[in-house]
């Protein structure tokens, strides 16, 4: 009976993890579409509507409803300020994408030009693991990004930032983290056998 108890447990989380997670919906319709950009335009200031609409609208068009990999290329400021205004940023940010099952996979600094010259200037890169482009543009519309807006901007000089779906990927959080569970639920058998 206790068996049965605990095992259930772990099969909960993981199907609590597996639902945050997702990454596998549906496609954006039209009228989803046409919500989602007037719940931003409501949200956004008009300059910084009108600096991303064509692009989200575009991003819409082509949605699959899968999870993506938001790349950023950014040039950070030097001055004393901009480090303090990019950790506001972050405590606004990070809480509004661990609510939508998205979150940082990478950041590093710029280490050497290697080919070609478009990497001129940049300082740091940033890799963000979208569950959906849903959660991405909901996560426009929410009033905390707008309030962390001028923080991005106060922390960087320049980024470039574009969508990319995986090709490849070896990735694998969902397996990496039915492994940790299987482990503890191993860790607890054995805890409870000898009680």
Do not use: C
């Not at 007037?38 to 609208?57: C, H, V």
């Not at 972050?90 to 478009?118: E, H, N, Q």
């Amino acid at each position: 009976m206790r068996n049965s108890i605990i095992r259930g447990l772990f099969i909960a989380l993981y199907l609590l993890f597996h639902f945050w997670y997702g990454g596998n919906s549906n496609p954006i319709s039209k009228e989803e579409g046409d919500l989602l950009m007037k719940n931003i335009k409501n949200a956004q200031s008009a300059e910084d509507y009108s600096d991303i609409q064509l692009n989200f609208e575009s991003a819409i068009q082509r949605d699959d409803g899968k999870e993506f990999y938001m790349i950023n290329l950014e040039t950070e400021k030097l001055d004393p300020n901009a480090k303090s205004a990019d950790l506001s940023y972050a405590k606004l940010v990070l809480p509004m994408l661990i609510k939508r099952g998205s979150f940082p996979i990478y950041v590093g600094s710029f280490f050497s030009t290697i080919i070609g010259d478009f990497g001129k200037g940049i300082t740091r890169v940033a890799i963000v693991r979208y569950r959906s482009l849903r959660d991405f543009l909901d996560m426009n519309a929410d009033p905390d990004m707008v309030k962390g807006a001028p923080f991005k901007f106060a922390s960087l000089q320049h980024t470039e930032v574009f969508a990319t779906k995986p090709t490849i990927s070896l990735l694998t959080i969902r397996t990496t983290f039915a492994g940790l569970l299987f482990l503890a639920y191993l860790l607890v058998q054995k805890i409870f056998t000898k009680v």
